[in-house]
């Protein structure tokens, strides 16, 4: 349970910072504006942007996530169960509350 708050927390304030890259970068080309801004001109995070960051996010951790993970959990400080439980818990805590406050 606490490595799926873990992720679920990770990607709600990771995912933003793709999102905004990805926008920002379509946003200056001009050929490719009217992708990312309503009618009024305003910029706007179109859903096929943020399932792609989402995706790009997914692939990344499922790419090299083990191995990092694998790399601090055993090889920089070993971790038991509970101690893993506790790093977790406490690591969704304060994802959860950075993302709330609106801090990436």
Do not use: C
Request: glycine residues 10%; aromatic residues 8%; charged residues 10%.
């Amino acid at each position: 349970m606490s490595s799926a708050l873990f992720a679920w927390n990770h990607g709600t304030n990771d995912a933003q910072k793709a999102m905004g890259i990805m926008a920002g970068l379509l946003f200056t080309a001009p050929a490719y504006r009217t992708l990312v801004t309503d009618d009024a001109g305003q910029l706007t995070i179109p859903s096929w942007i943020v399932l792609l960051a989402h995706a790009a996010i997914a692939l990344g951790t499922l790419a090299g996530g083990w191995r990092i993970i694998k790399t601090m959990g055993t090889r920089i400080t070993a971790l038991q169960p509970a101690q893993g439980f506790a790093a977790e818990t406490a690591g969704a805590a304060a994802v959860f509350i950075a993302t709330a406050l609106g801090v990436p």
